[in-house]
C-alpha cells in the first residue's frame, strides 16, 4: 500500500475555520472534494486549486492543497497558466456563475475552447451571494432580486449548453447534497485529459433558498431528475417507467415505459463518447427531467500536450540550443 | 568619357525614406540600415508609419517613413532634419518637405509626379515653382525604370511595380558608394522559394544604382567608418531587445519563459518573437484579451516560471487589477509597457512618455511596485535583464517602461555575453525546512521564500485578500493591514540598495542641471553634447530607475540652482519629483505630438533656461 492511498478526506482538510452560513450547499460540496482527492492516486502536493471571486471562491482556504484565491472573473486564466506551466499538477479551478459567466465569461469560454486540462467546479445557485443578493446571469427571466426589484428582464445561461456550445470535451452536472455521485464525477474529471466543466447546482441558503427544489424536492426528484450513466438507457422516474426518445423533429421527448406500446427496448441510451454534440446539448437544455451525471467526455488533444509537441518538434532541428546561440544569430558582423 | 564627380564628405548624414504605406519604405530603410552598420558606420533608425495598414493611397494620412542617420561617430539619435530625402509620391514630399535640409538631396520617383496624385494631395507641382531651391534633386522615372528592367522577369505589372522600392534603394546605394551584397544576399535568403521574384529586385537595385552612375552634376556622399570598440555587433531593435533581455534572465534564473499576452500596438512584436523561441523552449500564451494575459502569466508565476507579459498603455490599463494581484500574493513577473500617445487608443503608432503615472500608482490601494525604463533601442535587453532579475530575486512584479521610438527604432548592439550578465538566484524554499510560512521574510531582507505547487510538504494558500504578516492567512486586523501595507512598501524601497547610483554628465554642481528619462536619451545626451562643444555650461543625468529612484539622487538635485525635465508628455516625472523632493527648483520642456524631441528644440529650451 503506497503511503498515499492511506489518506482520507481529513488529510485535505486545512486549519482554516470554514466560514459559509450554516446549511450552505458548499459545505456538501467541501466533503465530497476532500473525499475524492484522497481516492485520487496523486501526490497532495501536486494539487492546485485556483479560485476567483464569490462564495465559491474562498474554497482553496479550507483545502490543505497548494492553493490561490485570485481574482474575479480570472480563475480560468489564472488555472490556464498554472496548467500549461506545469502540466504536471491536478488543477482544480473553483468557480461560480457569476464569477465565471458573467465577469469571467471570455475566459470561461477560451479556456473550454482551447481544451485546457484543468478540472472546473462552477458552482450554480443563480445569485450573487457574496455580494448579498442581486441576480447572476443563471437567475430565471422575471427573478426578484436586490437589483431586479419587478423581476429580471434578461435570458439566464444555460451553463452546460453554453459549455458545451463553446466545444467543451466534459461537462458533467450535479447537485450540492449528493456527495456520492459528486465523487464518482470527480474522479471522472480527473481521468479526463482536457477541460472538465462539472455545473453543481448550489443552494444559497440565505439569497436564493430553494432555487433548485422544483427537483430536489425529495417527494419529486425521482421523477424530475435525470441520472445519465454512458451506455446504460435514459431511464428515470419513481417506478422506472419514464425514458427519454427522439421525436419526430429529433428533439428529446419524456415518454412512459408501457403506454404507446413503448418498451424499455425504445429508450436511448447515452452515449456520453459521441463526438457529436447534438444530444449532449439538448440533454443539457432539458429543464424536466434535468439531466444530472457525465453528459458529455470525448477525447481531444489537450492545449499544454500541443504546446509541449511543438516545443519538442521545433527544438529537435533547432539551431539555436541557448540564448547565447540565439544572440550570435542571423546577420552579425565583427569590428576589430 | 570619365567624369570625376564631386563628393560631400559628411561625419553624419540623415536620410529618409518615404511613401505610400504599400511601398515598402520600412523593408528599404532596413536594408539600407543594416548595410551601413556592415560597412562600419554608426547608425539610428526610427520608422514612422500610420496606424492604418494601408490608409488611402497617395494621401497624407498613408505617408509611411524610415529615417536613419548614419554617422562616422557617436550617433544617439535618428536625426532632426533630413540630408537625403526620398518620396516616392506627391503625398510623400508634401509631408515631409519640411524635414528637408537646405542643400539636402531629394530623390523623386518623378512618374508618380502626375496631375491626379498632385490634385490627391492638393498641391502644384513642387518643380514648376521655387519651392525647392538650393535642393539637389534627382528625378528618377522609377516606375518605368522597373518596368523596362523586369520586362522579361516573367512577372506581371503588379509584381512588377513592387519592386519599385528597390529602384529607390538602388539609387540611394549608389548616392553613398554602398556595397550591394548584403541586399542580395538577403533578396535572395527571403524569396528562396520564388527564385524568379529575389532576381527581379536584385535587378531593380542594380536598374537604380546603375542610373545613378549614369547622373552627371549630382554629388553623392561619403560617410567614413567610425571608430566603434572592438567585438562581435548586430543591428537590433527595442522590441527584439525586450524580448532577449527577457529570455535571458530567464536562463540565467534557470527557470523556463512564460509570456501571456495579447497582440497590441506597437508591442506586439514581443510575443511575436516569444512565440518563435520554442527552440530554446519559451512558452507563448496569446490570450484571449489583456487581462487573461497577464493572468496566464501570474498563473505561470505560481507554477515557478519566469514569467512576463508585454503591452502598452491601453493594455496595462486593463491590466491595473491583475498587477495588484501579484503585488499582494508577492509573485515575480515583468510587465513590459511600449508606451505610446494616448489617452484611449490615442496615437498607437506614435511614441509618448505619459504612461509613468499610470505605471506608478494606476492601481487601487497603496500598491507600490518597481518602475524601470530603458533608454535606448539596445539597452532595453540590459533593463529587461534587470527588470527580470529584480522581480525574482524580490518576489514581486517589475513594470518595464519602453515606448514606440526606441521600440522600432534600431541600432548596432554589441553582442552580449550571457557569461557576462550576472546570476538571478530565485527565492526558493530550502528543501527540509520545517513550519514554512509563505509571508515570512527571508533574514536580513523584506523577501519571501517561493514554494511552489509540486514541492512536498509546504502546501500552502495565498490570494489577493490581505495576508496576516508571516503566516499568510487571510486577516482583517486593522494593525495587521498597515504593518502589510508598509511592509509592502518597504520592500521595494529596499531595491534602491540593489540599483546602480544615478550618474552625472558634466560637473557636479552649476547652474542647470537637465533631467530625462526613458527612451528621449538620444535626442536629450546629443543636444547636451553640442551644447557642451558650443561653450555651453550644464549638466545632464538620465533616470532609467524610476522607482524606486537611486539612492545618490537627491545628492545630485541639490548641488543645482535649477533642474530642468525634458519628457515627451505633460510633465509627469516633473509630477513625481516634486512629490519626491519637493524642496527643488523645478523648470519644465515638454512635447506631446507623437515625435521625438528634436536637438534644435531642446538646445533653445536648455539656452533659454540657463538665461531666464
Known amino acids: 500500500m503506497s503511503e498515499k492511498q492511506q489518506l482520507t478526506f481529513k488529510d485535505y482538510k486545512s486549519d482554516a475555520e470554514v466560514r459559509w452560513c450554516p446549511g450552505c450547499g458548499d459545505i456538501a460540496i467541501l466533503k465530497a472534494v476532500q473525499t475524492a482527492f484522497a481516492e485520487m492516486d496523486i501526490p497532495k502536493e501536486k494539487f492546485a486549486v485556483i479560485s476567483g471571486i464569490g462564495c465559491s471562491s474562498r474554497f482553496p482556504y479550507y483545502m490543505d492543497t497548494y492553493g490561490f484565491h485570485t481574482i474575479h472573473g480570472r480563475a480560468g486564466a489564472i488555472a490556464s497558466g498554472v496548467k500549461t506551466a506545469n502540466p504536471d499538477l491536478s488543477v482544480w479551478q473553483i468557480t461560480g456563475d457569476g464569477d465565471a459567466l458573467a465577469i469571467g465569461g471570455n475566459h470561461f469560454i477560451h479556456e473550454i475552447r482551447r481544451n485546457i486540462d484543468v478540472n472546473v467546479l462552477l458552482f450554480n445557485n443563480q445569485i450573487y451571494g457574496l455580494t448579498k443578493g442581486q441576480y447572476s446571469p443563471t437567475s430565471l427571466f422575471g427573478q426578484k432580486t436586490k437589483t431586479s426589484p419587478y423581476g429580471t428582464v434578461e435570458a439566464p445561461f444555460n451553463p452546460g449548453s453554453l459549455s458545451i456550445g463553446a466545444g467543451a470535451t466534459f461537462f458533467a452536472r450535479g447537485i450540492d447534497v449528493n456527495v456520492k455521485d459528486n465523487v464518482e464525477i470527480l474522479l471522472e474529471m480527473e481521468k479526463h485529459k482536457g477541460i472538465s466543466i462539472f455545473e453543481i447546482l448550489q443552494n444559497c441558503v440565505i439569497f436564493n433558498d430553494g432555487a433548485h427544489s422544483y427537483f430536489t424536492d425529495r417527494e419529486n426528484k425521482a421523477d424530475r431528475q435525470l441520472l445519465v450513466k454512458h451506455g446504460e438507457p435514459m431511464i428515470f422516474g419513481k417506478d422506472n417507467d419514464k425514458g427519454l426518445v427522439l421525436d419526430d423533429e429529433y428533439r428529446l421527448k419524456v415518454v412512459n415505459i408501457g403506454e404507446n406500446g413503448i418498451t424499455k427496448n425504445d429508450i436511448l441510451i447515452h452515449d456520453a463518447h459521441n463526438t457529436s454534440p447534438i444530444l449532449h446539448f439538448e440533454l443539457a437544455e432539458l429543464k424536466e427531467p434535468v439531466v444530472l451525471g457525465v453528459i458529455r467526455s470525448v477525447n481531444k488533444v489537450s492545449y499544454h500536450e500541443a504546446v509541449y509537441e511543438q516545443i519538442e518538434q521545433v527544438q529537435a532541428t533547432a539551431k539555436n540550443k541557448s540564448m547565447d546561440d540565439l544572440l550570435s544569430s542571423g546577420s552579425t558582423w565583427v569590428v576589430e | ?612
Open chain 2, 1 to 612: 568619357m570619365e567624369t570625376k564627380k564631386p563628393i560631400i564628405e559628411k561625419e553624419h548624414v540623415v536620410i529618409k525614406f518615404t511613401g505610400d504605406s504599400g511601398d515598402g519604405m520600412q523593408l528599404t530603410g532596413h536594408q539600407f540600415s543594416d548595410t551601413s552598420a556592415l560597412m562600419g558606420n554608426e547608425v539610428v533608425t526610427f520608422p514612422d508609419y500610420p496606424a492604418e495598414i494601408r490608409a488611402p493611397k497617395g494621401t497624407i494620412g498613408g505617408v509611411s517613413g524610415f529615417q536613419l542617420n548614419i554617422g562616422k561617430d557617436e550617433v544617439r539619435t535618428p536625426g532632426d532634419f533630413v540630408d537625403v530625402l526620398v518620396a516616392m509620391n506627391p503625398a510623400a514630399l508634401k509631408a515631409n518637405r519640411q524635414w528637408l535640409k537646405a542643400g539636402g538631396t531629394l530623390i523623386v520617383d518623378i512618374d508618380a509626379f502626375t496631375e491626379k496624385n498632385l490634385n490627391k494631395v492638393e498641391c502644384v507641382n513642387p518643380f514648376d515653382n521655387d519651392d525647392l531651391d538650393g535642393v539637389q534633386i534627382i528625378k528618377a522615372p522609377m516606375t518605368k525604370m522597373v518596368q523596362e528592367a523586369l520586362v522579361d522577369s516573367g512577372l506581371d505589372n503588379k509584381s512588377i511595380l513592387r519592386s519599385r522600392n528597390m529602384v529607390a534603394l538602388g539609387i540611394a546605394y549608389w548616392l553613398f558608394q554602398r556595397d550591394l551584397s548584403y541586399t542580395e544576399d538577403y533578396l535572395r535568403e527571403k524569396f528562396s522559394k520564388k527564385p524568379e521574384v529575389a532576381q527581379a529586385n536584385i535587378d531593380a537595385v542594380k536598374a537604380g544604382y546603375n542610373f545613378g552612375e549614369n547622373l552627371q552634376y549630382i554629388r553623392s556622399y561619403k560617410v567614413n567608418r567610425a571608430f566603434i570598440t572592438p567585438g562581435t555587433y548586430r543591428n537590433i531593435n527595442g522590441n527584439l531587445a525586450t524580448a532577449w533581455g527577457l529570455l535571458a534572465a530567464a536562463e540565467k534564473a534557470n527557470l523556463p519563459l512564460f509570456l501571456g499576452s495579447y497582440p497590441i500596438t506597437p508591442a506586439s512584436e514581443i510575443l511575436q518573437e516569444i512565440s518563435n523561441r520554442k527552440d530554446l523552449g519559451a512558452v507563448s500564451f496569446q490570450a484571449e484579451d489583456e487581462i487573461a494575459g497577464i493572468a496566464t502569466s501570474i498563473g505561470a508565476s505560481f507554477a515557478g516560471h519566469f514569467a512576463c507579459t508585454s503591452t502598452s498603455g491601453p493594455g496595462l490599463a486593463l491590466k491595473s487589477e491583475a498587477v495588484n494581484l501579484a503585488i499582494i500574493a508577492e509573485l515575480p513577473l515583468v510587465i513590459v509597457d511600449v508606451q505610446r500617445g494616448g489617452p484611449s487608443t490615442g496615437l498607437p503608432t506614435k511614441p509618448e512618455q505619459s504612461d509613468l503615472l499610470q505605471a506608478l500608482w494606476g492601481r487601487n490601494g497603496a500598491s507600490p511596485i518597481p518602475v524601470i525604463a530603458a533608454s535606448t533601442p539596445s539597452d532595453c535587453f540590459e533593463y529587461a535583464f534587470n527588470a527580470g532579475k529584480i522581480a525574482v530575486e524580490n518576489m514581486t512584479p517589475v513594470l518595464l517602461l519602453t515606448d514606440g521610438f526606441i521600440a522600432n527604432g534600431s541600432q548596432p548592439w554589441k553582442i552580449a555575453s550571457m557569461k557576462d550578465l550576472p546570476e538571478i538566484k530565485p527565492r526558493f524554499v530550502k528543501e527540509g525546512k520545517e513550519n514554512y510560512f509563505p509571508y515570512e521574510r527571508i533574514e536580513g531582507t523584506m523577501v519571501r521564500e517561493w514554494a511552489v505547487p509540486g514541492m512536498k510538504n509546504y502546501e500552502h494558500r495565498i490570494g489577493g485578500l490581505e495576508k496576516m504578516a508571516v503566516t499568510g492567512g487571510v486577516s482583517y486586523e486593522p494593525l495587521n493591514h498597515e504593518v502589510m501595507t508598509f511592509e509592502r512598501a518597504k520592500k521595494i524601497a529596499d531595491i534602491a540598495e540593489q540599483i546602480p547610483e544615478q550618474q552625472v554628465y558634466g560637473k557636479n554642481k552649476g547652474k542647470l542641471l537637465i533631467i530625462g528619462w526613458g527612451g528621449t536619451f538620444g535626442h536629450i545626451y546629443t543636444a547636451y553634447n553640442e551644447l557642451l562643444e558650443e561653450g555651453v555650461e550644464v549638466s545632464y543625468t538620465h533616470f532609467n530607475y524610476i522607482n524606486p529612484l537611486p539612492k545618490n539622487t537627491e545628492d545630485i538635485f541639490k548641488n543645482f540652482d535649477k533642474i530642468l525635465i525634458c519628457e515627451m508628455n505633460e510633465g509627469q516625472f516633473l509630477k513625481y519629483l516634486r512629490t519626491e523632493f519637493p524642496q527643488y527648483n523645478y523648470k519644465q520642456y515638454n512635447k506631446i505630438q507623437g515625435y521625438p524631441f528634436t536637438i534644435s528644440e531642446l538646445k533653445t529650451a536648455i539656452k533659454q533656461n540657463l538665461e531666464d
